[in-house]
């Protein structure tokens, strides 16, 4: 079946510091790749989605690269924020059925100042 | 509303009892999704809606779980002889159409106990 994996966390990071977090999946196909990202008290929002390979998903600073070759869809930042401080979800879907999709565990991200 | 609501947002029962989650989703979003969140994994779907019918209802894990949409709004998910493995967080979402987007609007979720 579909899967995701992505890094386990905590991730602590300071301030203006990098960000990666790993994200691999296992499909039969090409899915369309999503992050989605729950921060305190509220609900999963999406952050970013790329449809095909080598698209390229990007929002608030934050970017994935869909690699086919390497089935990743990895999220990067330049310089986290504290406010970035969120619990980070990657996620697959099928095209004829988006609403189905198949999370990762999710990654825990906490930015100090 | 302004967003996905969700009520109770906590719920404790006993196992074996009923229990009832409700969910409003965003004014004039046709279609509405249930999900599952057990501890320390990320959401599972459970049931899909279009309207008032349910279009997918293949993640409800047993019979026990069964849900309705009867006006094409609110839905209600409805868990009989709870079970101490039915614990999670239950996450409604909606999205102004059934397939395409990919952007599912997600509410706060209702946790729920068995004990």
């Known amino acids: 079946g579909n899967s995701v994996t992505q890094m386990e966390g905590p991730v602590t990071l300071s301030e203006e510091a990098f960000l990666t977090i790993n994200c691999t999946y296992t499909a039969t196909g090409y899915p369309s790749l999503f992050w989605y990202v729950q921060y305190p008290g509220e609900g999963l929002q999406l952050l970013l989605k790329a449809t095909k390979a080598d698209d390229k998903g990007s929002n608030k600073g934050f970017e994935a690269t869909y690699r086919k070759e390497t089935t990743s869809f990895h999220l990067e930042k330049g310089s986290v924020q504290v406010s970035d401080s969120a619990v980070y979800f990657c996620?697959?879907?099928?095209?004829?059925?988006?609403?189905?999709?198949?999370f990762g565990k999710g990654t825990l991200l906490t930015v100090n100042p | 509303g302004a967003g996905v609501s969700q009520t109770p947002s906590n719920k404790v029962t006993e196992k074996g009892k009923y229990v009832e989650l409700r969910c409003d989703p965003i004014?004039?979003?046709?279609?509405l999704y249930w999900y599952r969140q057990s501890l320390g994994q990320g959401p599972e779907f459970l049931i899909y809606?279009?309207?008032?019918?349910?279009?997918?209802d293949s993640g409800l894990p047993n019979d026990r779980f069964f849900a309705v949409r009867p006006e094409g709004s609110v839905s209600t998910l409805k868990i009989q002889r709870t079970e101490r493995g039915d614990s999670a967080v239950y996450l409604c979402a909606s999205s102004s159409t059934g397939v395409g987007t990919g952007e599912l609007f997600f509410g706060e979720g209702s946790r729920l106990t068995v004990l």
């Open positions: 004014s004039g979003h046709t279609a």
């Open positions: 809606f279009q309207g008032t019918g349910a279009a997918d």
């Open positions: 996620a697959l879907s099928f095209g004829g059925s988006n609403y189905k999709l198949t």
